[in-house]
């Protein structure tokens, strides 16, 4: 069993930075496809940024430049730099750890830029 909790999220003024931390306990493996996802409220839940098993990322466009997706294994933890935050960044962010035929999901973060 794998549980995946997420943590960093709060309030942030734009231009502003957060670092969202997802940790990952019970028997996870090197072989899962790891991302970051989130929903607006009325929005459908939007991908934003995966990475590979051996490390290689891919970006939403509405975040490209500005988020960064890395993990430390050690930890056990993946994490989402975000930086130059937009009002329309705001939503709940969700961590996924998934193989071909398992998916895991976190509970979300919310993330609210506003002044």
């Known amino acids: 069993q794998v549980q995946l909790v997420e943590s960093g999220g709060g309030l942030v003024q734009p231009g502003g930075s957060l670092r969202l931390s997802c940790a990952a306990s019970?028997?996870?493996?090197?072989?899962?496809?790891m991302g970051w996802y989130r929903q607006a409220p009325g929005k459908q839940r939007e991908l934003l940024a995966v990475?590979?098993?051996?490390?290689?990322?891919n970006y939403a466009d509405s975040v490209k430049g500005r988020f960064t997706i890395s993990r430390d294994t050690t930890k056990r933890t993946m994490y989402l730099q975000m930086n130059s935050l937009k009002p329309e960044d705001t939503a709940v962010y969700y961590c996924?750890?998934?193989?071909?035929?398992?998916?895991?999901w976190g509970q979300g973060t919310q993330v609210t830029v506003s002044s």
């Open positions: 996924n750890a998934q193989s071909f035929i398992v998916n895991y």
């Open positions: 019970g028997s996870i493996f090197s072989g899962y496809t």
């Open positions: 990475m590979s098993p051996g490390g290689n990322t």
